[in-house]
């Protein structure tokens, strides 16, 4: 009875692999992920992740991944790209609406990942108990302090390599509701 069974769900798993729902239903021909939520790439995951990484150690709440912050901040590294500055040389339609960090890696093409994490380490400057930054004068904790802002629960991100520059990378993070009000601590 037991081997009758067995064999029965071989057949069953042999014929669900070759059904072309359970095919269609894995990943699609770009690669992204195809399993219910909206597909983002392997940047755009690595840029959240990061994110979330630094927020779970503070103890707040995971970011969500916003495709409006991901098209404006992509325009904006676009826009730095080109001189391969961390100034845009206008004002931005968005300056004030979302909080926004700002990226640039030298050297090397650099992922996501290492931009979020230059960011989370001015962390060690910050001193949450007296809400004191102790930052050196040409840096700030606020890139830190937006990515653990507790009331922020959206992020869309965009980076580009510098166009007369390929090894120099500018990554820009947006935020919604922008953190760094008033002063306040972040969480
Ligand atoms: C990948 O393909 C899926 C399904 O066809 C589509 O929804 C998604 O927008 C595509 N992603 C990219 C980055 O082209
Ligand atoms: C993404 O952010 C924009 C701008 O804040 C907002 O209007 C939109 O509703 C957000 N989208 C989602 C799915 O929350
Ligand atoms: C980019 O950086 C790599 C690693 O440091 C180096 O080997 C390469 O020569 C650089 N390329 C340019 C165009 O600067």
């Not at 059904?19 to 909206?38: D, L, Y």
């Not at 990484?53 to 904006?76: F, I, V």
């Not at 700030?140 to 090894?167: I, L």
């Amino acid at each position: 009875m037991s081997v009758f069974l067995s064999f029965v769900a071989i057949i069953s798993l042999a014929l669900a692999s070759l059904s072309p729902q359970a095919s269609a239903a894995g990943v699609a021909e770009n690669g992204s992920s195809t399993a219910g939520r909206p597909t983002i790439g392997n940047y755009q995951r690595q840029f959240l992740q990061a994110h979330n990484e630094a927020r779970a150690a503070a103890g707040l709440p995971p970011l969500t991944w916003n495709m409006t912050l991901q098209l404006d901040s992509k325009r904006y590294a676009n826009e730095l790209r080109i001189r391969c500055s961390t100034r845009p040389l206008y004002a931005w339609g968005t300056d004030g609406i979302y909080g926004r960090n700002l990226y640039k890696g030298t050297d090397k093409r650099r992922t996501p990942a290492e931009a979020v994490a230059a960011w989370v380490s001015e962390g060690h400057w910050y001193d949450l108990k007296n809400n004191r930054c102790t930052a050196p004068e040409d840096q700030s904790c606020d890139e830190y302090k937006q990515v653990v802002w507790r009331a922020t629960t959206q992020v869309g991100c965009g980076r580009h390599f510098c166009r007369a520059s390929f090894n120099t990378t500018v990554a820009v993070c947006e935020y919604y509701p922008p953190g760094n009000r008033n002063g306040q601590r972040p969480y």
